[in-house]
């Protein structure tokens, strides 16, 4: 079974400053995906980024970019410049993949409360 | 393009009651996934359908069940309700499963 952990249960930063949120994941697999999404307090959960593991290059939208480090297997977000809408719970999710196919399961860690302060 | 609609967005049961969730997936997706949010288990994966066949389903009990029709819609059901049953559910579509799912905003469910 795959496990996520998020370390950081709270987190705060300067608005335009930078953070980093991390995550790290313990599987088996060597094919799968991961994701971060964000849950501000409208309750929606938001797909922030995305990375397949078989990618060496990391991900980035815009001021999001990921740090995948699969030998290690971490997964850590970087949101750059960041703005008061960017306060919100972030969850880093796992999802295998096969040539079976997906298991079409998310599995997520206990998620990291961002607070972006003016 | 509307997003994924869940009804009702609060819900208040009594204990031993059952309740049925709905779920519009967003027009075009065809999987269809359910969770459990708690603060204390956090998000749990309850099952997830396409093509109106479960494909997977999370380790929680037979009182937990689901089902999706011809037109993706899904719904998904608790009978007799327990105060631990109390939580936020989500539902999640998406048209091919690695692209990621989008989030409807949940039903709240208390039960009391």
């Known amino acids: 079974a795959q496990t996520v952990t998020q370390s950081q249960p709270e987190m705060s930063v300067q608005e335009a400053e930078t953070v980093t949120l991390s995550c790290t994941y313990d599987?088996?697999?060597?094919?799968?995906?991961l994701f971060w999404y964000k849950q501000p307090p409208s309750r929606q959960m938001i797909l922030v980024i995305r990375?397949?593991?078989?990618?060496?290059q990391n991900a980035t939208e815009n001021r999001f970019s990921v740090n995948f480090q699969k030998a290690a297997k971490s997964f850590s977000l970087k949101i750059s410049d960041s703005q008061l809408g960017d306060t919100a719970m972030y969850f880093c999710?796992?999802?295998?993949?096969?040539?079976?196919?997906?298991?079409?399961?998310?599995?997520f860690g206990k998620g990291t409360l961002l607070t972006v302060n003016p | 393009k509307a997003g994924v609609t869940q009804t009702p967005r609060y819900l208040i049961k009594t204990r031993g009651q059952q309740v049925t969730l709905s779920c519009s997936p967003i027009?075009?997706?065809?999987?269809v996934s359910w969770y459990q949010q708690t603060p204390g288990q956090g998000l749990q994966f309850l099952f997830e359908y396409f093509s109106e066949t479960q494909r997977n389903k999370g380790n929680f009990p037979g009182r937990f069940s689901g089902r999706q029709f011809s037109n993706s819609r899904s719904e998904m059901n608790v009978s007799t309700l327990e105060l631990g049953d109390s939580a936020l559910y989500l539902c999640?579509?998406?048209?091919?499963?690695?692209?990621?799912?989008?989030f409807g905003s949940g039903t709240r469910l208390t039960v009391v």
């Open positions: 599987t088996s697999e060597s094919n799968y995906y």
């Open positions: 999710a796992f999802m295998k993949h096969g040539s079976g196919g997906s298991n079409y399961k998310l599995t």
């Open positions: 027009s075009g997706h065809r999987s």
């Open positions: 990375q397949e593991a078989y990618k060496q």
């Open positions: 999640a579509s998406s048209r091919i499963d690695s692209y990621g799912y989008t």
